[in-house]
C-alpha cells in the first residue's frame, strides 16, 4: 500500500528526498506521517500531511530543514530533507496515519486503515 524510497548516503550537510508511493489510498483523503527509526532508539513521528486540508506538521528535531508535501494527481507523498545531520541517521517510513509530537504537541490522525511501508535508510556522516 505505501512504499518509501529515496534514501541513501549523505555527507552532514546534504539533502535527500524521500518518496512515498501510495496505492489503495487517495492521498487526497488520507493523513500521511513520515517516521523514523534509528539504531537503538523508539520510532518517531516527524512529520505529517492532512490530505483533507494540505495541513502540514513537523517535530521540532525536524522543523525548518524538512519539509513534507504531497502530490495528489501521483499519489505520492514527499520529504525533502535539507540540512542532514548525522543524528538524522535512521531508516525512514510513511504511513497512512500521522502519530508523535508534532507541531510542539502530541497529535494522532488517520482516516481508515493503518498501513506502513517498508523503510528506507538515511545515512549521515559527519
Known amino acids: 500500500q505505501l512504499q518509501a524510497s529515496g534514501g541513501g548516503r549523505v555527507q552532514a550537510g546534504g539533502s535527500l528526498r524521500l518518496s512515498c508511493a501510495v496505492s489503495g489510498l487517495a492521498t487526497a483523503h488520507s493523513a500521511i506521517g513520515w517516521f523514523r527509526q534509528a539504531p537503538g532508539k523508539e520510532r518517531e513521528g516527524i512529520s505529517c500531511?492532512?490530505?483533507?486540508?494540505?495541513?502540514?506538521r513537523y517535530a521540532d528535531s525536524v522543523l525548518g530543514r524538512f519539509t513534507i508535501s504531497s502530490d495528489n494527481s501521483k499519489n505520492t507523498v514527499f520529504l525533502q530533507m535539507n540540512g542532514l545531520k548525522p543524528e538524522d541517521t535512521a531508516v525512514y517510513y510513511c504511513a497512512s496515519k500521522c502519530s508523535g509530537y508534532l507541531g510542539g504537541e502530541y497529535y494522532s490522525n488517520y482516516y481508515g486503515m493503518n498501513y506502513w511501508g517498508k523503510g528506507t535508510l538515511v545515512t549521515v556522516s559527519s
Open positions: 500531511i492532512d490530505g483533507m486540508d494540505d495541513s502540514t
